[in-house]
């Protein structure tokens, strides 16, 4: 079975301009989940997408933004970029079954790296 | 979710096993700990779960303490290709979407 994907792998923008990454769970998974990730405040839990409505939302601004379609994949966007922006964004997908915590497994992506010139 | 305390680095010479602790005092009944590792710029990779009995997998052995405020988890034979940042969560199973990740703690092994 394939792993959670995302593109691309590598992005150069400038500040100001937005950017949408994407990501596809893997098949047969409904949670996909986002994750920025700087060398000064670690991981940081963005969303959580789960049959295309927002489950869960962390502290960003409203720059951030994301949504889920019918077939689960995902993607995120982030309008008027600071430097600040510049991460390591990670997807996770989850199956979020009924058979109890191994359904809840998160399998995260090789992320996307933005830089923000 | 529970706030976890771990060590931020520690070594283990190859071959040997790597006991890496976890502090989690503020457990709940009903909060599972997980462990998960990132080598370095790739996404966090899962290794194991528990409630309240130790577990095993292909991976790695996770020790909770009886009290549940506490877990160890143990690579048995530790290689190059361990060393990472381990990440212990504290979290209800339905919550995964929403992890909370600390700082982890830096395993190096070294040969």
């Known amino acids: 079975k394939a792993g959670v994907t995302q593109t691309p792998r590598y992005l150069i923008k400038t500040r100001g301009q937005q950017v949408t990454l994407s990501c596809s769970p893997i098949s047969g998974h409904r949670s996909v989940s986002w994750y920025q990730q700087t060398p000064g405040q670690g991981l940081q839990f963005l969303f959580e997408?789960?049959?295309?409505?927002?489950?869960n939302k962390g502290n960003f601004p409203g720059r951030f933004s994301g949504r889920q379609f019918s077939n689960s994949r995902s993607e995120m966007n982030v309008s008027t970029l600071e430097l600040g922006d510049s991460a390591l964004y990670l997807c996770?997908?989850?199956?979020?079954?009924?058979?109890?915590?191994?359904?809840?497994?998160?399998?995260f992506g090789p992320g996307t790296r933005l830089t923000v010139l | 979710d529970a706030k976890t305390t771990q060590p931020p680095s520690m070594d283990c010479a190859e071959g040997r096993a790597a006991n890496l602790p976890c502090n989690h005092s503020?457990?709940?009944?009903?909060?599972?700990v997980y462990w998960y590792r990132q080598i370095h710029s790739q996404g966090p990779q899962y290794i194991i779960h528990?409630?309240?009995n130790n577990e095993t997998n292909e991976m790695a052995s996770l020790i909770i303490t009886e009290d549940r405020k506490s877990s160890t988890l143990i690579l048995p034979h530790a290689t190059l290709r361990d060393t990472a940042v381990y990440y212990c969560?504290?979290?209800?199973?339905?919550?995964?979407?929403?992890?909370?990740f600390g700082d982890g703690t830096t395993l190096t092994v070294k040969p």
């Open positions: 996770a997908s989850s199956l979020d079954g009924t058979s109890g915590s191994y359904d809840y497994e998160q399998f």
């Open positions: 503020t457990i709940s009944g009903n909060e599972y």
């Open positions: 528990g409630l309240k």
């Open positions: 969560i504290v979290r209800v199973y339905t919550n995964a979407g929403k992890s909370t």
């Open positions: 997408y789960f049959s295309e409505t927002q489950r």
